[in-house]
């Protein structure tokens, strides 16, 4: 007995979709010759695939299946039909049904889904001819529809250092924004230089480009230096930003910090060795990726922080905050961070989850107490303004403390605690950008 099987049986209208025709032997021998040739109902237009299944044999409990894409013209009941429908049974019997028929309902057509709308603007109308500075751009999610792995290039008459020429962001939720740095020199002088703007993103399964060519002033005010050769004797240091600012919270200015400690590096001795990474808008299941794609040895959490466990709050499901407990960031780490040196959280009352990393990375930074956005910010420049000249870590927590004491806002200069992992770390005077050992 062979049993024929429809897949699915109900379809949208106006949409490409699949069939699957089975044929399927339910009896106990095997049969033989067996052919079923049906015919499509007309309103459904087959696009790939054979209207007919033969098989020379089909053991008892095995099933042969073959699949139509098709497309069916508008909403209704239809009947799937076959006049040629045979095999020999196991005892080589001869079956024939000439009036086999199956129903397939199709919906009407469904609403389409909102596209998604994302735009990419220069923040810049001037730059200064043959200089390395700082041109953002800001990419925002002015549709209804959350994107993904958005990728923005800069090119054009300009330069950029190849660490910060292309960004990246794993996620764009609507009505949010994410201003990028890139750090360019100008080639051209005049009142119209092009930059481009090479924006691609994801949406519904889909890669959508948002291109965009703007004119900017090149300015010489003075007789360009040549750039500093690059410093040598220092390793690659790849920095990981991690960055949420969330919805229904307080407002941080992650967007200044970032670009704070952009700045900071720049002008650093070992400038040139340090590669920085930033993901924005992160959820826990970013952190993980991001750790394994990157290979950072520095991360840096900025963004929120505190709540009963103490940790580092990114966005949930729904674009709420949620604050991420420590034991499962510190087993994050140990599974996804290993090439971690360092990890800074820059973030309110998370000392306790600075004190759990420190048992899976060789330091640890968090805040024990609330800071305000310039307190933070100015820990930030220390820490990174040490980094860059290829300090120990231990001298960037202090340089960053120190900022902070220089302008103090309330007893923010006592919210940054730094934990070492015994017998792991660097001791103090190696410089932080020396090779692990090992």
């Known amino acids: 007995m062979i049993e024929v099987g429809l897949s699915p049986s109900q379809i949208p209208a106006g949409e490409i979709a699949e069939l699957d025709i089975s044929l399927t032997n339910t009896g106990s021998g095997t049969c033989t010759k067996v052919k079923f040739a049906f015919r499509l109902p007309v309103g459904i237009v087959r696009l790939r695939g054979r209207e007919v299944i033969e098989a020379s044999s089909l053991p008892a409990g095995q099933s042969v299946t073959t699949r139509l894409r098709v497309r069916a013209e508008r909403a209704g009941r239809y009947r799937l039909i076959?006049?040629?429908?045979?095999?020999?049974?196991?005892?080589?019997?001869?079956?024939?049904?000439?009036?086999?028929?199956?129903?397939?309902?199709?919906?009407?057509?469904?609403?389409?889904?909102?596209?998604?709308?994302?735009?990419?603007?220069?923040?810049?109308?001037?730059?200064?001819?043959?200089?390395?500075?700082?041109?953002?751009?800001?990419?925002?999610?002015v549709g209804a529809v959350s994107v993904s792995d958005l990728d923005v290039a800069v090119s054009g008459q300009v330069t950029a250092d190849r660490r910060t020429a292309r960004a990246t962001l794993e996620r764009l939720p609507p009505g949010r924004s994410a201003d990028i740095p890139f750090h360019v020199r100008a080639q051209a002088v005049?009142?119209?230089?092009?930059?481009?703007?090479?924006?691609?993103?994801?949406?519904?399964?889909?890669?959508?480009?948002?291109?965009?060519?703007?004119?900017?002033?090149v300015i010489r005010d003075h007789a360009a230096e040549p750039p500093a050769p690059p410093v040598t004797?220092?390793?690659?240091?790849?920095?990981?930003?991690?960055?949420?600012?969330?919805?229904?919270?307080?407002?941080?200015?992650?967007?200044?910090?970032?670009?704070?400690?952009?700045?900071?590096?720049?002008?650093?001795?070992?400038?040139?060795?340090?590669?920085?990474?930033?993901?924005l808008a992160v959820r826990s299941e970013d952190i993980s990726r991001a750790l394994l794609k990157d290979e950072p040895r520095l991360v840096h959490f900025a963004g929120h922080g505190g709540g009963t466990e103490g940790s580092?709050?990114?966005?949930?499901?729904?674009?709420?905050?949620?604050?991420?407990?420590?034991?499962?960031?510190?087993?994050?780490?140990?599974?996804?961070?290993?090439?971690?040196?360092?990890?800074?959280?820059?973030?309110?009352?998370?000392?306790?989850?600075?004190?759990?990393?420190?048992?899976?990375?060789?330091?640890?930074?968090?805040?024990?107490?609330?800071?305000?956005?310039?307190?933070?910010?100015?820990?930030?420049?220390?820490?990174?303004?040490?980094?860059?000249?290829?300090?120990p870590i231990e001298d960037a927590f202090d340089l960053g403390v120190a900022q902070m004491m220089t302008v103090p806002v309330g007893d923010d200069p006592s919210a940054p605690v730094l934990f070492r992992r015994g017998g792991l770390a660097a001791v103090r005077g190696q410089r932080w950008c020396r090779a692990r050992a090992g």
């Open 82 to 141: 076959s006049k040629n429908f045979t095999y020999l049974d196991h005892r080589a019997v001869q079956h024939r049904e000439n009036a086999f028929a199956a129903e397939i309902v199709v919906d009407p057509e469904r609403e389409p889904l909102p596209q998604p709308e994302v735009d990419v603007e220069l923040l810049a109308a001037e730059l200064p001819y043959n200089e390395w500075t700082i041109l953002r751009a800001r990419i925002s999610n």
């Open 312 to 391: 580092f709050a990114a966005e949930g499901d729904y674009g709420l905050a949620h604050v991420i407990p420590v034991d499962g960031l510190v087993r994050l780490f140990r599974g996804a961070g290993q090439s971690v040196e360092c990890v800074v959280v820059n973030a309110c009352e998370t000392e306790l989850l600075a004190r759990g990393l420190s048992e899976v990375v060789p330091y640890a930074i968090g805040m024990r107490q609330p800071v305000r956005d310039r307190s933070a910010i100015r820990f930030s420049v220390g820490f990174y303004q040490a980094v860059a000249a290829g300090r």
């Open 190 to 217: 005049g009142g119209d230089v092009p930059v481009h703007l090479d924006l691609t993103y994801a949406s519904d399964f889909r890669r959508y480009k948002a291109d965009r060519t703007y004119s900017i002033r």
């Open 233 to 279: 004797g220092w390793p690659p240091l790849r920095v990981l930003i991690l960055g949420a600012g969330l919805p229904g919270t307080e407002s941080l200015r992650i967007d200044r910090e970032i670009r704070a400690i952009q700045e900071t590096i720049e002008p650093g001795m070992a400038r040139d060795t340090i590669e920085v990474r930033i993901r």
